[in-house]
């Protein structure tokens, strides 16, 4: 993933003596960091991955679930030993961010958004690092909260090719670590086997946990999902559950199956722990309907192929051969609200 950054960055300082200072926006520049400090020794940092739209009716700036990214932001920084952060406060930032930015969104003026531009999006990064300069491993008593914002290229749309990991080599995320807070830790890891998974051909990893089970957990640092028929025949959307703590607790994947449940009674949502294996007997037996990753960046990302123990196990796509009906729709759902199509309590107007 890469782009260019925007113009300007918010910065606000933290002290245990003195709590949150005054937050500013300033020109973009790089950060003036003691060698000592925490985040560069302790992995002290956190992050958050969001989206800016422009309204396709009224040319408004929005953001979606903010909320929902101030809590998790807080959760992330509590297991890293980091200060929270008001949520209010951080939607209220993150907006006043975004409007400085507002000239990084396409808008063709009073008329519609240019078919080129019609999904134009920035992206946001707030962040949370650790800053005291201390050698040796203590909580920090010095933080610093920052907002940067780039520009992205459009994302490929054809279907992705994931590979299976073996859990006897890497794992990414495991009960009682973090592998369900959006810290710096939880990413570089993985980058060495996703280095593997590039020269074979693969567009991500497919990460799976315990060697016996090889439970399906994340798609390289998205959420993954299958919809496959039942054994009684029904439909069944199905994801990795939270409480184990290996997944990331996504708000594209808490959108899909709050949407899903909403407006399709007919699809069972499921959260529990399934097995590659489990993918392969659907695919052998024409159970298989489709799968798809969801997160911030690639957003919703059909799925075609998943490279499992030297097989390519093929997934079907009905869409013109691009996506799946269901993730199809999903994606169009999601469209309506963060481009403000229509009117929904997800979408946050920038004033």
């Given at each position: 993933?890469t782009?260019s950054?925007?113009?300007h960055?918010?910065?606000?300082?933290?002290?245990?003596?003195?709590?949150?200072?005054?937050?500013?926006i300033i020109?973009?520049?790089p950060?003036?960091?003691?060698?000592?400090a925490?985040v560069?020794h302790?992995?002290?940092e956190?992050?958050?991955?969001?989206?800016a739209?422009?309204?396709?009716?009224?040319?408004?700036?929005?953001?979606?679930?903010?909320?929902?990214?101030?809590?998790?932001l807080?959760?992330?920084?509590?297991?890293?030993?980091?200060?929270s952060f008001?949520?209010?406060?951080?939607?209220?930032?993150l907006?006043a961010?975004?409007?400085?930015?507002?000239r990084?969104?396409?808008w063709?003026?009073?008329?519609?958004?240019?078919?080129?531009?019609?999904n134009?999006?920035?992206?946001l990064r707030?962040m949370?690092i650790g800053t005291?300069?201390?050698?040796g491993?203590?909580?920090?008593?010095d933080?610093m909260?920052l907002i940067?914002?780039?520009k992205l290229?459009?994302?490929?749309?054809?279907?992705?090719?994931?590979?299976a990991?073996?859990?006897e080599?890497?794992?990414r995320a495991w009960?009682?670590?973090?592998?369900f807070?959006?810290?710096?830790?939880?990413?570089g890891?993985?980058?060495?086997y996703?280095?593997r998974a590039?020269?074979l051909?693969?567009?991500q990893v497919?990460?799976l946990?315990?060697?016996?089970?090889r439970?399906v957990?994340e798609a390289?640092?998205?959420n993954f999902?299958?919809?496959?028929?039942?054994?009684?025949g029904?439909?069944e959307?199905?994801?990795a559950?939270?409480e184990?703590?290996?997944v990331?607790?996504?708000?594209?994947?808490?959108?899909v199956?709050?949407?899903?449940?909403e407006?399709m009674?007919?699809?069972?949502?499921?959260?529990r722990?399934?097995?590659?294996?489990?993918?392969?007997?659907?695919?052998d037996?024409q159970?298989?309907?489709?799968a798809?990753?969801?997160?911030t960046?690639?957003?919703i990302?059909p799925?075609?192929?998943?490279g499992?123990s030297?097989?390519d196990?093929?997934?079907?796509l009905?869409a013109?051969g691009?996506?799946g009906?269901?993730a199809?729709?999903?994606?169009?759902?999601?469209?309506?609200?963060m481009?403000?199509e229509?009117d929904?309590?997800?979408g946050?107007a920038?004033?």
């Open positions: 993933m782009g950054t925007t113009d960055m918010l910065k606000v300082t933290w002290s245990h003596s003195t709590g949150w200072g005054a937050p500013e020109p973009y520049a950060l003036a960091l003691d060698p000592a925490t560069l302790y992995a002290n956190c992050f958050e991955g969001m989206k739209y422009r309204n396709k009716r009224t040319g408004k700036i929005r953001v979606f679930r903010p909320d929902l990214n101030a809590k998790r807080n959760m992330s920084a509590d297991r890293i030993a980091l200060p008001d949520d209010d406060q951080f939607v209220a930032l907006c961010f975004a409007a400085v930015e507002e990084w969104l396409a063709a003026g009073n008329s519609t958004i240019s078919e080129s531009d019609e134009d999006f920035l992206y707030p949370m005291t300069p201390r050698l491993l203590a909580t920090p008593n933080a909260f940067i914002a780039s290229p459009p994302w490929h749309t054809r279907p992705l090719r994931l590979l990991s073996s859990p080599e890497s794992v009960p009682g670590g973090f592998g807070a959006k810290v710096g830790a939880n990413y890891p993985t980058l060495q996703q280095t590039a020269s051909g693969y567009d497919l990460w946990f315990d060697v016996e089970k439970y957990t390289g640092g998205a999902f299958v919809v496959w028929r039942t054994e009684d029904g439909v959307l199905v994801t559950p939270l184990i703590g290996t990331l607790n996504g708000v594209t994947r808490r959108s199956m709050e949407l899903v449940r407006r009674p007919e699809v069972s949502v499921t959260e722990q399934f097995t590659v294996a489990e993918i392969v007997a659907a695919v037996s159970r298989i309907i489709e798809f990753t969801c997160g960046a690639y957003f990302a799925v075609g192929e998943i499992i030297g097989r196990v093929k997934i079907p009905k013109e691009k996506s009906e269901y199809r729709t999903i994606r169009r759902w999601l469209e309506e609200i481009y403000g229509i929904h309590a997800w946050v920038v004033n």
